[in-house]
């Protein structure tokens, strides 16, 4: 999208927001504040990106709010104009969002937008509850301006229409595509003394519907006709097609304090959307908003609370928790995150997250999130006889990602997404004590052993693979041992059931594994020393070599999939490269990937880290008694800086330490809580079984 002729910069979402049940749980919204990462002159905070129903399909992309000064004949935009912004949670355990934009007029005086936004739990919609105090009583209106952009992740499918409408009092302006609406409304409670005649309804003053991108013509967009022509007056359209936008006016007058409510309501017909709004209108934010208080204080209650007796690091642990949560489709799966950088989606569902996801929901008692997760992989298997990319016979395994809906997106092979659902399998098993979870399974996890077992190079190491970071063929060490522990996890639960032949099996391939895993991974006399590598005989031209470059990813070969000690001398030597600025942050203890990491906001490498790489380290440094204050550092002190304004962990982080990119990424909240309760327990949650 492009407003106004500048490219939309990518958007990280410091904070997420939906209902922990009922039908509310089916809509997740985003709010970014810029311009943390990407530095382009912007300094608002909005809402972007909401999806309902299914969360890899938007709904809307930006939700803009406009301030016009017939006086001055100027408009400034929440995102454009704001000199300043804020975001914050009601709290860690209730994600009530309340956005704060400053803008300054040209004659220097100044407005303060602020914003309070909910879930309404019984109905799919969004409420927000506006509030603008001017410092001066010129004449102003309002604007509310919505790209709509109904479409999956993949961007191919633009809203095909949106229109204006008039029900029972009420306008309307509502989008489709096929059979998925959206409905936005407005309503401004009396005000005693208004200066405005037209406070106590909800009907729009001035509206158009248009084209995004479209400067000129019939179809020009609701954000030209008002941001770019700067003249205070809507051009009346009432219907548009292709991606379209709209902006509805609220006339004020000289009023000072101006409240008003915008509804936004989702459906499968034009019917549901527009009552969806509606109702959400007609009761009112408060009611809407206790309603979404109870809920989310309910599920906190179910699950455990931060666990460490540290105000900041118990806060981040019930944000991390209150974020997955937010994120967790109706289906069972957890996105792995909310937020659009570059041009890529985060809003698929990656097996190997969705693994680590269940581990850290475990380990805080959240078991029926768990177990629904787990239901997820189960069903989206791939079938016997079904080949991937490179020809390869996949039945039994999983692909990289998915849609929500379990259509299959990006589909290498990759060891610890094969290994990894069997290990989830056998941690939920094991924590919820339920022998239904065992026989549910089991034939998941038994199809997915089998693969593993015919998955030998011939030589005693599994065959070429991708590595945990989705950019290497090769003999790799995350997936290696993924693997190993994969086929441990499978031989505890066929020992439960009684099939002792395949248990053996099972433990005989893992430890022919693992005798040869340090003969394939671990490397002497790199440039960078002696240590674990990406990947064993990496196909392609990948630089650094995979072969040469410590990696990250190692660490989970200690935890959690217990392959190797944390004290073995190959281990102790890959962690003591830790330390080196050529491999972390130059300014915070945050370990990148790998050293020459490109993936970033530039393409380029870039000084930085990635907390949740850091997370794999310090545990090492625990275990491996080389650093017994790593892990308890890295919770009380070191994320706490790493952190968004809302209080999420990031993907990246820059030199300094501040967010890089891609924040609230769930991978990035769920080392957060299993680091708090493996400090709390004194031992590492979920160690996959030892030989």
Known sequence: MIDGGRDTPPSDKDAIVSAPRGVGKTVLATVNQYPSVHKRGCHGALVEETSAFRSDIEQFSDLHVLLWDADLRQVLDVREDAVESSVAYESSRVPELHIENRFRFGSGYEATLSQDLVVAVDDPALLLRNHVAFERANEHTIYTLVNFGIEDVLGIDGVDEAYYTNEDGVDFVVAYDHDRFVALAQHRPSVENSTDDTSGDSTFHGHRVGVQNHSTGDSRSAWSDIYEDEDGWLTPNDVASGRVDAGV?????????????????????????????????????????????????????????????????????????TSLKCVQDPRGPMIAGAFKPINFEYKFVWPRDQVIIVQALLAAGATAEARKALAWLDSVQIDDGVRGPRGIERGGTWWQNYFVDGTPHWRELQLDQVGGPIYAHWLTWRETGDELVLSDHYDMSRRAAEFLLDWDNGWGFPKKHQDTWEEVW??????????????????????????????????????????????????????????????????????????????????????????????????????????????????????????????????????????????????????????????????????????????????????????????????????????????????????????
């Open 249 to 321: 006016g609220l006339h004020v007058g000289t009023d000072t304090d101006v409240s008003w409510l915008t509804g936004i309501g989702f459906g499968t017909t034009h019917t549901e959307a527009v009552a969806a709004a509606s109702r959400v209108l007609d009761t009112g934010y408060e009611p809407i908003r206790a309603a979404f208080h109870d809920a989310w204080t309910d599920w906190h209650e179910a699950v455990n609370d931060g666990p460490t007796g540290d105000e900041t690091a118990d806060r981040m642990y019930d944000l991390s928790m």
């Open 474 to 691: 090769g003999h790799t060490t995350g997936g290696s041992a993924a693997a190993i522990a994969g086929l441990r996890c499978m031989a505890e639960m066929a020992e439960a059931v009684g099939d002792g032949a395949f248990a053996q099996r099972c433990r005989q391939q893992a430890g022919v594994w693992t005798a040869n895993f340090d003969t394939y991974c671990f490397k002497r006399g790199t440039p960078y020393g002696d240590h674990y590598v990406t990947a064993d005989s990496p196909d392609g031209n990948e630089r650094p070599p995979p072969d040469q470059r410590p990696d990250a990813a190692a660490f989970m070969a200690v935890w959690p999939w217990n392959v190797v000690s944390a004290t073995h001398p190959p281990m102790q030597s890959t962690v003591e490269l830790c330390d080196e600025l050529w491999w972390r942050a130059d300014h915070s203890p945050c370990l990148d990937r790998y050293p020459g990491d490109d993936y970033t906001p530039t393409g380029t490498a870039e000084d930085g880290g990635w907390p949740l790489c850091e997370a794999y380290a310090d545990v090492v440094r625990w275990l491996g008694a080389t650093d017994e204050t790593a892990v308890s550092d890295h919770i009380f002190d070191h994320a706490k800086t790493w952190a968004t304004a809302a209080g999420l962990l990031p993907e990246r982080v820059d030199g300094n330490g501040d967010v890089r990119w891609n924040s609230n990424l769930q991978w990035a909240q769920a080392t957060f809580v299993l680091l708090a309760e493996s400090y709390v327990r004194g031992a590492p949650f979920g160690m996959a079984p030892s030989e």
